[in-house]
């Protein structure tokens, strides 16, 4: 639980959300090995007459290339995970159905949502690498990283970004 230990010593109740989020992503991408992106999407309630979908992940805090700025629930990797409420480690992003392939470089992946007090699905953490299996449900650094999710969660805002 040596990331988690990092998550919690980083995190200050009175220094803004996203203060922390920022510290938090680039902690992780610090700290461990062999990623290309650390980060969060937060949950943004809206209304999109085209789909008619009412929430979608914005883009937060990250360090690494580029990233999407918006993704619907249900769609990609991290659409999923807050989607399904569950946490997803992927192996082989290329053979997730619908992966949304932000950088073409990325092999692997792991998200992990976020919850609000009341268990609502508010965000997620997301990460990257360009290795094939870097994740694996059964080792202790991914119970690690669900560790630093629930941690996370406890400073986040308990509703939607608006």
């Given amino acids: 639980m040596a990331l988690a230990n990092y998550v919690k010593s980083m995190i200050e109740e009175k220094d803004w959300y996203i203060t922390n989020l920022s510290n938090i992503a680039a902690c992780l991408w610090q700290q461990l090995p062999d990623v290309s992106w650390v980060g969060f999407y937060l949950m943004n309630d809206i209304t999109d007459s085209c789909s008619g979908e009412d929430k979608e992940l914005i883009l937060g805090p990250f360090q690494g290339k580029v990233a999407c700025t918006h993704i619907a629930i249900n769609r990609g990797v991290c659409g999923v995970s807050a989607g399904e409420d569950k946490t997803l480690i ?22 992990v949502p976020l919850h609000n007090e009341k268990g609502d699905v508010i965000g997620v953490l997301d990460i990257d690498s360009n290795t094939l299996g870097r994740f694996s449900e059964k080792n202790e650094e991914s119970a690690d990283l669900i560790e630093c999710a ?13």
């Fill in 150 to 162: 629930a941690l996370i969660s406890k400073i986040l805002p308990d509703s939607s970004l608006k």
């Fill in 90 to 111: 992927v192996p082989d992003v290329s053979k997730f159905a619908g992966y949304i392939a932000c950088d073409s470089d990325a092999r692997s992946e792991i998200v």
